[in-house]
């Protein structure tokens, strides 16, 4: 079983940065693909970015894409998202979640693991 803890969530003001931070535990952090999705109410969760076991194997939303950065760190077992250039349209809950795979994926059903999420509230 793995456990998910998100931070970093914030208010911020558009054109700031922020950077989100999953801690894992209780398993192989290293063998899971990890990814983050958002959701805001009374809409479906969202892929935002995702990073399977190379870290070079990468994948965004297109909404994110040249704005936000995913990466890991398997010594440390975190995975942070980097987000640069906040617009309105980026507050949301964000999740953390983690697949048993090797492979990146943006399907919110091929995750395993979830965290509580973390608010992120961009203001203009």
């Known amino acids: 079983q793995v456990q998910l803890v998100e931070s970093g969530g914030a208010l911020v003001q558009a054109g700031d940065s922020l950077r989100l931070s999953c801690a894992a535990s209780?398993?192989?952090?290293?063998?899971?693909?990890m990814g983050w999705f958002r959701q805001v109410p009374g809409k479906e969760r969202e892929f935002v970015a995702t990073?399977?076991?190379?870290?070079?194997?990468?994948a965004y939303a297109g909404s994110v894409r040249g704005r936000f950065i995913i990466s890991r760190d398997n010594a440390k077992n975190t995975v942070l998202l980097q987000m640069n250039s906040l617009k309105r349209e980026d507050t949301a809950v964000y999740y953390c979640?983690?697949?048993?795979?090797?492979?990146?994926?943006?399907?919110?059903?091929?995750?395993?693991?979830w965290g509580q999420g973390t608010q992120v509230t961009v203001s203009s």
């Open positions: 979640a983690a697949r048993n795979s090797p492979w990146p994926s943006g399907n919110t059903n091929d995750y395993d693991y």
């Open positions: 209780g398993g192989t952090f290293s063998r899971y693909t």
């Open positions: 990073i399977g076991w190379s870290v070079g194997a990468t």
